[in-house]
Nanobody
Framework: QVQLVESGGGLVQPGGSLRLSCAAS????????IGWFRQAPGKEREGVSCISISDGSTYYADSVKGRFTASRDNAKNTVYLQMNSLKPEDTAVYYC??????????????????????WGQGTQVTVSS
């Protein structure tokens, strides 16, 4: 059974940094991708960044390109989202999701939504002074 556990959210001032973690378990191989999605109150869910576990290829939404960096530690089955130069508009609940790379690509996963229904519990990120 696939499980995803997020951590690392919190309150940060504009211009600050946070690192989110998503620990994944239950996959039988590394041919899968982890995506970071966020949803602010009253807004549509947005795919922020997606990363392939097998080859590390990534996709970033234009809204975070140059500020956010996704990385993976395959030994720990953990994906990180380093968020720098945070803005108030980055405030949202951040979720990680997983999808088999047999079903999608990193870009499709982020732009069109995950095919599978594997989601973490979400972590709140608040950017405010």
């Amino acid at each position: 059974q696939v499980q995803l556990v997020e951590s690392g959210g919190g309150l940060v001032q504009p211009g600050g940094s946070l690192r989110l973690s998503c620990a994944a378990s239950g996959f039988s191989s590394d041919y899968y991708a982890i995506g970071w999605f966020r949803q602010a109150p009253g807004k549509e869910r947005e795919g922020v960044s997606c990363i392939s576990i097998s080859d590390g290829s990534t996709y970033y939404a234009d809204s975070v390109k140059g500020r956010f960096t996704a990385s993976r530690d395959n030994a720990k089955n953990t994906v990180y989202l380093q968020m720098n130069s945070l803005k108030p508009e980055d405030t949202a609940v951040y979720y990680c999701a997983a999808d088999s790379m047999y079903l999608t690509t990193v870009q499709a996963m982020c732009v069109m939504s995950p095919v599978s229904d594997y989601w973490g519990q979400g972590t709140q990120v608040t950017v405010s002074s």
